[in-house]
């Protein structure tokens, strides 16, 4: 098992800005992806990005597409979710997720990931 543990959630004025981190811990080497979902009160987790590993390759739900950016640390041990331009309808607890067993071309989806964080809570402020 791999332990994942988010950071840098809270509350913030709308407009304003937000990094999240996910570190993993255990053999992370060969994980093919990591990735970032959302789920506010009384909704579906959503997914909001996705980096594969080994390329790079990043993707994003439609809803954040020009505002979010996935990125990973030259160890592959850790992803970033910088989220700029907050609205309030990005209130959600944010999940970090790995274990990705291929690479796809598109965002992957909840069932394809084998392991999760606990979450942070995000909270935009109008």
């Known amino acids: 098992q791999v332990p994942l543990v988010e950071s840098g959630g809270g509350s913030v004025q709308a407009g304003g800005s937000l990094r999240l981190a996910c570190a993993a811990s255990g053999d992370t080497y060969n994980y093919n992806g990591m990735g970032w979902f959302r789920q506010a009160p009384g909704k579906e987790r959503e997914g909001v990005a996705t980096i594969y590993s080994t390329l790079g390759t990043t993707y994003y739900a439609d809803s954040v597409k020009g505002r979010f950016t996935i990125s990973q640390d030259s160890t592959k041990k850790k992803v970033y979710l910088q989220m700029d331009s907050l609205k309030p309808e990005d209130t959600a607890m944010y999940y970090c997720?790995?274990?990705?067993?291929?690479?796809?071309?598109?965002?992957?989806?909840?069932?394809?990931?084998?392991?999760w964080g606990q979450g942070t809570q995000v909270t935009v402020s109008s």
């Open positions: 997720a790995a274990g990705l067993s291929s690479f796809r071309w598109r965002l992957a989806r909840s069932d394809e990931y084998s392991y």
